[in-house]
């Protein structure tokens, strides 16, 4: 987290101005994956980790419908998608709170357990939002070291502290990696009972390993832990914004009285509800990632970088020659139309983070790389 040098605050803010709240000026603007490549028509996107086949056409067909009715108000309490939700996935439906993608939910869960003198805990390599939203409530947010872009259990319950609030855990992390059941529940027995335990599991559905949850088990068991998800990942619909929260009943009415009454629109609804009716559709991302995912890694490590192993729909990838080959590379990368997330917010400077896409652009990711490195096919 990078904050404004000395005198910037007082430069954003004349003296005759409404002053905003403490922290507000220390957040640094979000700055989302590259979407344009100067002199590509078209770019090949590979820095968000979107979704590589798109979305489900039922999904877009539903969003489409939708449109005529864009002069009513959506339902204000999701009951059709929350109900859609809890069926899929075991769940009361009583328990679930939708939002405006899970970034707000996440904004939602420090507005309501954090604030001035409080602390909010996450890792060294975590969702860069972590720390956003715990400024723009006043709290202070505390990192934790990683252990080989790892969450570490024991550095994280060192952090905490009487003043600690919530912890956040990315799990699968912004690194690609997770941490198994039995670690979680070591965390969470750690942790004190009036301490919040948020599970951020943004890359659930693309998780194969047989010792993961993704926090369902956790929320059943603890009055102090959430699990958040999003629909922007493998279900393709990051463009409607649409995400949910697994809570405990006393949380669930907190998000819910913070929420805006209309935060989640009609087409993110109806796209959510046909998303997971389209089984088959997520079969087949999950599908494409489980192949591809691996012979991207193994590309990478060919060509002499050191990807970290991901379970996600990414890669992040160290280079030998540090920060200054990554930038090199992202610029190589981008001269030639294909975009990748650059890592320096994240405190990884020395690696790029790429999106497992289709066969073709995954094709020309690695042409360009080798082409970089000198290493032809």
């Known amino acids: 987290m990078s904050t404004p040098p000395r005198g910037e605050t007082a430069r954003l ?35 968000s980790n979107e979704c590589a086949l798109g979305a489900s056409p ?4 539903a969003a489409h419908a939708a449109s005529g009715d864009l002069h009513r108000y959506p339902d204000s309490s999701a009951a059709a998608l929350r109900a859609a939700i809890a069926a899929a996935n075991g769940l009361p439906a009583e328990q679930i709170v939708c939002g405006d993608g899970s970034d707000e939910l ?14 909010v805990v996450y890792s060294e390599h975590g969702f860069v939002v972590y720390p956003m939203v715990t400024l723009a409530v006043g709290a202070t947010p505390v990192k934790a070291p990683e252990k080989a ?21 990315a799990n699968p992390n912004s690194t690609g990696t997770y941490l198994p059941a039995s670690e979680v529940d070591r965390l969470r027995r750690g942790l004190a009972p009036d301490v919040l335990l948020v599970l951020d599991a943004a890359y659930a559905e693309y998780v194969e390993a047989p010792d993961y949850d993704a926090g369902i088990a956790q929320v059943r068991a603890n009055a102090g832990t959430v699990m958040t998800r999003t629909f922007s990942k493998a279900f393709g619909l990051a463009g409607v914004r649409l995400g949910w929260a697994f809570c405990p009943p006393a949380i669930a009415e907190v998000l819910n009285r913070l929420r805006a009454p209309f935060n989640v629109t009609l087409p993110a609804q109806v796209a959510g509800v046909a998303a997971l009716d389209d089984k088959e559709f997520l079969a087949s991302v999950c599908a494409h990632n489980a192949h591809w995912r691996p012979w991207l890694e193994r590309q990478l490590r060919e060509a002499g970088l050191d990807p970290v192993p991901s379970v996600a729909n990414f890669v992040l990838t160290r280079f030998p020659g540090g920060e200054t080959q990554a930038s090199a590379a992202n610029a190589h990368l981008t001269a030639r139309g294909v975009l990748v997330r650059e890592m320096k917010a994240y405190g990884l400077g020395d690696c790029l983070r790429i999106t497992v896409g289709r066969e073709d652009e995954l094709g020309a990711l690695v042409g360009g790389l080798r082409d970089f490195l000198g290493r032809p096919a």
């Not at 803010?13 to 002199?39: F, K, N, T």
């Not at 039922?58 to 067909?61: E, N």
């Not at 996440?106 to 604030?115: I, M, P, S, T």
């Not at 003043?163 to 855990?169: E, G, Q, S, Y």
Request: glycine residues 8%; positive net charge.
């Open 13 to 47: 803010v004349p003296d005759a101005a409404p002053r905003p709240r403490p922290g507000a000026l220390l957040i640094p603007p979000y700055v989302a994956g590259r979407s344009a490549a100067p002199g590509a028509v078209r770019p090949i996107k590979l820095s």
């Open 58 to 61: 039922k999904a877009v067909a």
């Open 106 to 119: 996440l904004h939602l869960l420090v507005q309501g357990y954090a604030g001035p003198g409080d602390e």
């Open 149 to 169: 872009c790892r969450v570490d259990v024991d550095a994280m319950l060192a952090t905490v502290t009487p003043r600690t609030r919530i912890v956040f855990v």
